[in-house]
């Protein structure tokens, strides 16, 4: 599959990354290629920069890694016309930093990032999930309760959540809950605030929810 990944931080290149490894044909969109290359984070790594305005232009899928402060307006560059049609996976959150840590939400309760996007960019299929995790559980599940945890995938169309799911099999995920809506996106990124501060007492970002039915 073509994918364009948005978002030159950890947890789009790792992604980006990790999808390459699985056999995908993956650019990394950026505003910048010369100057994203030339910083330390990116210096070995063989991933494709492309400039945003043309990285999803043949793309299958689309992953929204940017920060969630920036992401409609990283988005808007990529071009409604470039993001019609396909399957958008946005892993990103509303973490409003403002009044210093830990963050609040930018959004949430009545309305979510996901949602906004979708509202932006109506022609896309905005599929939600992985924005639970840290990245490095993210792309090997394995490292948290030897690959026990749960994920999930939220969405109003169907067919575009399976595409996802697939690419969360694909990563080595095994319990995935399917949300179907993406108002679910709301509970998703209110997860968050309980995240962030759950990482001082257990000492790590890498922990999980697992769901017990």
Known sequence: MRIAVIGTGVFGRTLAQALQRAGHDVAVGTRDPGETSQREDWLGVDV???????????????????????????LGEVGSDHLAGKVLLDVSNPLDFSQGFPPTLSVKDTDSLAEQIQRAFPDAKVVKALNTVTVSVAVDPGLVG???????????????????IELLRELGWVDIIELDGLSNARGLEMWLPL???????????????????
């Open 48 to 74: 494709p920069l492309q400039q945003l305005a043309v990285v999803a232009g043949d793309a299958e899928l689309v992953v929204n890694a940017t920060n969630g402060g920036a992401s409609l307006a990283a």
């Open 146 to 164: 030897n690959g026990d945890t749960t994920v999930f995938a939220a969405s109003d169309d169907a067919e575009a959540r399976e595409v996802v």
């Open 195 to 213: 995240w962030v501060r759950l990482m001082g007492p257990l000492g790590t970002a890498e922990f999980n929810l697992k769901i017990v039915r």
